[in-house]
């Protein structure tokens, strides 16, 4: 049984610094409770590190495309059945709508009962919440990467896709 959630947060910054913040992954765990580290092995990949229920769980994950000021999609290679997609919309000069998707498989039956009773989706709204406040109260981005991801391959900037991640072509869950 896969989950699939969706949330949603407008932001009182420009879509650039809610982008550009978005795109520090390492410091998810700043807002994402549950996430207990994420580590950035590249452009590309990500390693996770999550406590659901109690029960810690990593998988890896790789970036499938990614726009800056536009969009952010991973899906996992490894481990935990984990996808989804960040959408940065400007809703003005000064706010930005940020719409999430994602789809994981939880197992067991905490995690099973979580999802059947939306207690995953409504944990995701209480998250976007917190990334709402930590940026609006820093006002700028801790740092940022404006660089383009097509179909799991870094774009070069100059010349199109640069180099193949080894992403495998399985269909995403969303």
């Not at 765990?29 to 994420?38: A, Q, R, T």
């Amino acid at each position: 049984m896969t989950s699939t959630i969706h949330a949603d947060v407008v932001v009182d910054v420009p879509v650039g610094v809610a982008y550009d913040q978005w795109t520090q992954f390492e410091s998810f765990p700043d807002f994402l409770s549950g996430v207990e580290s994420v580590r950035q092995i590249d452009d590309t990949k990500l390693h996770w590190v999550v406590s659901v229920g109690g029960v810690e769980r990593e998988f890896d994950a790789t970036i499938t495309e990614q726009r800056p000021d536009e969009v952010i999609a991973w899906r996992s290679t490894e481990g935990e059945i984990h996808s989804g997609r960040v959408v940065f919309t400007a809703e003005s000069a000064e706010t930005t709508r940020i719409d999430v998707e994602m789809g994981w498989e939880p197992r067991g039956l905490v995690e099973k009962v979580g999802a059947a009773l939306n207690i995953d989706e409504a944990q995701v709204k209480s998250d976007l919440r917190d990334f709402k406040r930590l940026i609006e109260e820093r006002g700028t981005p801790d740092g940022a990467w404006r660089g383009e991801v097509h179909g799991g391959s870094v774009a070069d900037r100059d010349s199109g896709p640069a180099h193949d991640t080894g992403v495998d072509d399985r269909p995403s869950m969303l």
